[in-house]
Nanobody, 123 residues
Framework: QVQLVESGGGLVQAGGSLRLSCAAS????????MGWFRQAPGKEREVVAA????????HYADSVKGRFTSSRDNAKNTVYLQMNSVKPEDTAVYYC????????????????WGQGTQVTVSS
C-alpha cells in the first residue's frame, strides 16, 4: 500500500513557476514508477509527466515539453514536478500516482493516487 500526498499547488501568474511535490509513504517507493496527471473542468484526466523507478527515464506530454520537469528523490520518498513558463491552459487539478510498471503514460496502469492539488494560472 502506498499513500501519496501532493503539495505546492496554488495561484500563479502566466509565465511564472511552481514546484509540486508528492510525498509517498512506504519503504518500497523506489520500486514504483511515478506519474503526474492533470484534470481540468470538463476534460479527461491526462498524463503530464512520467518518471521511472530510478529517475533516469522521463516522458512528457507535448503540451508541457520543455517547460515542465519531473524528478524524484528516492531517499526522501518524494517526486517533484517543476513547472516553468506556465500558461492559463495549465490550470487544472494535478495528481501524482504510482505504478508497478517501470514507467507508464496511461492512468489505468496506476495503482495509487494522491488527492490532487489545484494549480490556477492567471493571465
Amino acid at each position: 500500500q502506498v499513500q501519496l500526498v501532493e503539495s505546492g499547488g496554488g495561484l500563479v501568474q502566466a509565465g511564472g513557476s511552481l514546484r509540486l511535490s508528492c510525498a509517498a509513504s512506504g519503504r518500497t517507493f523506489s520500486s514504483y514508477g511515478m506519474g503526474w496527471f492533470r484534470q481540468a473542468p470538463g476534460k479527461e484526466r491526462e498524463v503530464v509527466a512520467a518518471i521511472n523507478w530510478s529517475g533516469g527515464r522521463t516522458h512528457y506530454a507535448d503540451s508541457v515539453k520543455g517547460r515542465f520537469t519531473s524528478s524524484r528523490d528516492n531517499a526522501k520518498n518524494t517526486v517533484y514536478l517543476q513547472m516553468n513558463s506556465v500558461k492559463p491552459e495549465d490550470t487544472a487539478v494535478y495528481y501524482c500516482a504510482a505504478t508497478r510498471h517501470e514507467i507508464s503514460y496511461y492512468p489505468s496502469n496506476y495503482d495509487y493516487w494522491g488527492q490532487g492539488t489545484q494549480v490556477t494560472v492567471s493571465s
